[in-house]
T-cell receptor
């Protein structure tokens, strides 16, 4: 299994541009999520999904969209990039929603918005 | 909602010494507490977890203790080695619902 994969590893955007961060998992996990990591603030939940066709907002959803058309893929879309979205983005998955199990994280995407 | 605090934010220890990182949580419904290690340029990886029906769990040099009454849990690393240097995150979850993370502790193990 490849686990959780994310592309790209690095991206530079100009303010106002849009882009999609890709996330895929091959473990047939039910739950997938997106976090952003900023210095001194830990990981903050952006959006999550408890199954194909089901998504919901996390703590910091503004400026981001998600969709979950398949179990495997959970892309994160930045609609109009802003410098405040400069961060490291992590995708994570876990086998079952509402089970006491841990998440598996991808390697991250480092995003710089100029 | 849940709030997780973590202390200290940075910790330096001599190789071979022990390191302790403490977290407190606010929601008494939280019942699952994982600890993650994040190395530079990588995603967080689980190193140990504890559920609320257990007070302590140990895995070789790593242990976690949980005090439900005081709502705090701690990570203990004994006989630290240079490869233990990383950022450590605690987290709390209620019945596998969304995780809330602490802000992280940067551990440096000095040779």
């Amino acid at each position: 299994n490849a686990g959780v994969t994310q592309t790209p590893k690095f991206q530079v955007l100009k303010t106002g541009q849009s882009m999609t961060l890709q996330c895929a998992q091959d473990m047939n996990h039910e739950y997938m999520s997106w976090y952003r990591q900023d210095p001194g603030m830990g990981l903050r939940l952006i959006h999550y999904s408890v199954g194909a066709g089901i998504t919901d907002q996390g703590e910091v959803p503004n400026g981001y969209n998600v969709s979950r058309s398949t179990t495997e893929d959970f892309p994160l879309r930045l609609l109009s990039a802003a410098p405040s979205q400069t961060s490291v983005y992590f995708c994570a998955s876990l086998p079952r929603w509402r089970a006491q199990e841990t998440q598996y994280f991808g390697p991250g995407t480092r995003l710089l918005v100029l | 909602g849940e709030n997780v605090e973590q202390h200290p934010s940075t910790l330096s220890v001599q190789e071979g010494d022990s390191a302790v990182i403490k977290c407190t949580y606010s929601d008494s419904a939280s019942n699952y507490f994982p600890w993650y290690k994040q190395e530079l340029g990588k995603g967080p990886q689980l190193i140990i977890d504890i559920r609320s029906n257990v007070g302590e769990k140990k895995d070789q040099r790593i242990a976690v203790t949980l005090n439900k009454t005081a709502k705090h849990f701690s990570l203990h690393i004994t006989e630290t080695q240079p490869e233990d240097s990383a950022v450590y995150f605690c987290a709390a979850s209620s019945y596998g619902q969304n995780f809330v993370f602490g802000p992280g502790t940067r551990l440096s193990v000095l040779p």
